[in-house]
C-alpha cells in the first residue's frame, strides 16, 4: 500500500549530492515509485503489517441457555417443546421430562379419542383444521398454538385472578399471533373468552368452565406436540 509525502523530511528525502550513477542514487530511485511526476514512498513493511493484524470485533455473546432447557435438550428434546414442559412443570427438568414422555404415549391414542368425542371437541378440532390451514407454515401455526395454550394454562394456574382472565387486544403480539387468525378467535371464544364492547379486551367469565378449559388445552397441547416434533 502506497502513501503521498506529508513533506516532512522522511516523505521527501534531501537530494544527494551524488551523481546519477552514483549507488545512494541507485538506492533513492529504487526506493521510489513515480506517479504523476511526484515520488510516492512505500510505507516500511513492519507499519503494512501492523495495519493488516488491527484488532477484529469480538463476537456476539451466545445465547444462554438455562441448566434445565439445556438437560432437556442433551435428551434429544427440541427447543420449542422443552419450553413447553419446564413451563407446564414449574421449571422442573425431571418433571418436564416426564410431562413430555406422558404427552407423547398419549397422543398416539388422539385419532382414537378424538372420533368418539363430543359436539364441543369435534369443533374445536374443526377450528384447529382451519387454523391450520389460515396460518399457512408450520412455525407460525406452532406459535399460534403455544399463544393459545399460554393463555388457557394461565387461566388454570389462576382462576381468581383477573389479570390471568384479561387479554389486551392491542398487544402486538396477541394481533399478530391469534387476532389475525379466524379460527383462533374462535377457538378462544370456545373456552369462554368474550370481546367487550367499546374496549378492546378479551375477558373470561369469573368462575370459568374448567371442564371446558381443560378439554380445550389437551387437545389444543396435543396439536402443539406435533409440531414441535416436526
Known sequence: MTEAGNGGPEDNPAPDSAGAGSPQRAVNDASAVVAGGAPILSKPAEEAANEEEKPKPAAPPAAKTSPQVASL???????GL???ALRESGNDAPRAADWIFSNMSSDANSS??????DENVRRLCEALERLEKETTTSEQLGIT????????????RNPGNVRYREINGNNLLFRRRVAQYEAAL???KMTGYQSQEGRNVWTIASAPDMAKLWMTKSIIQERLIKELLK
Open 73 to 79: 435438550l442433551a435428551m434429544g428434546f427440541p427447543l
Open 82 to 84: 422443552a419450553t413447553l
Open 112 to 117: 382414537t379419542s378424538n372420533e368418539s368425542a
Open 145 to 156: 398454538l403455544d399463544t393459545l395454550h399460554f393463555y388457557i394454562s394461565n387461566v388454570l
Open 186 to 188: 374462535f377457538i378462544l
